[in-house]
């Protein structure tokens, strides 16, 4: 199994930025690709950045491109979420998702990120 930590959340202005991490543990050789998705209240959880542990393909939500990077540091199990130029819409909880080859796929616990106008 798979274990997801994600941390960084907080409380911004509106323009600012913050930096989310999402630290992979356990059986880790078998992530295939690492995502994180936003849940905001009353609404679905949805995809926001997506980035493959092999190769450097990642994809974004419309909503966030050109303003949010994913990156990944395989060697220590690592996505981060780089989300700048924040807007009051971004405020959700975001989650990390680990898909893995032959083993369930996980989430994090989620963290707060709560954007202020």
């Known amino acids: 199994q798979v274990q997801l930590v994600e941390s960084g959340g907080g409380l911004v202005q509106a323009g600012g930025s913050l930096r989310l991490s999402c630290a992979a543990s356990?059986?880790?050789?078998?992530?295939?690709?690492m995502a994180w998705y936003r849940q905001a209240p009353g609404k679905e959880r949805e995809f926001v950045a997506r980035t493959f542990w092999s190769g450097s393909s990642t994809y974004y939500a419309d909503s966030v491109k050109g303003r949010f990077t994913i990156s990944k540091d395989t060697a220590k199990n690592t996505v981060h979420l780089q989300m700048n130029s924040l807007k009051p819409d971004d405020t959700a909880v975001y989650y990390c998702?680990?898909?893995?080859?032959?083993?369930?796929?996980?989430w994090g616990q989620g963290t707060q990120v709560t954007v202020s106008s």
């Open positions: 356990g059986l880790t050789f078998s992530i295939s690709s």
């Open positions: 998702y680990a898909v893995s080859a032959n083993l369930p796929n996980v």
